[in-house]
Nanobody, 125 residues
Framework: QVQLVESGGGLVQAGGSLRLSCAAS????????MGWFRQAPGKEREFVAA????????TYLDSVKGRFTISRDNAKNTVYLQMNSLKPEDTADYYC??????????????????WGQGTQVTVSS
């Protein structure tokens, strides 16, 4: 079994930064892609960023391009989301997810195979 554990969320003022981490454990951890999603109260879960585990190819939601950076440390089985210039509209619960299939759609949440429990990010204005 694979477990994903997020950390690094918190309360920050607009313009500030946070770094989220997602640590994976389990003998069979070998995703094709890792992603970050977010869900604000009353809204659907939204794709934020993704990275392929081997090649490091990245994809971002348009509204976070230039502000957020996804990266991974294969040796530590950890994926990161560096969030800079945070805005109140970035407030949400953030989830990391793993996708096993290379044919899975990057931005579609239900095509990811395993999920963390989430970490809350609150950006005050």
């Amino acid at each position: 079994q694979v477990q994903l554990v997020e950390s690094g969320g918190g309360l920050v003022q607009a313009g500030g930064s946070l770094r989220l981490s997602c640590a994976a454990s389990g003998r069979t951890f070998s995703p094709y892609r890792m992603g970050w999603f977010r869900q604000a109260p009353g809204k659907e879960r939204e794709f934020v960023a993704a990275i392929t585990w081997s090649g490091g190819s990245t994809t971002y939601l348009d509204s976070v391009k230039g502000r957020f950076t996804i990266s991974r440390d294969n040796a530590k089985n950890t994926v990161y989301l560096q969030m800079n210039s945070l805005k109140p509209e970035d407030t949400a619960d953030y989830y990391c997810a793993g996708q096993l299939s290379l044919s899975g759609r990057i931005e579609v949440a239900n095509e990811y195979d395993y999920w963390g429990q989430g970490t809350q990010v609150t950006v005050s204005s």
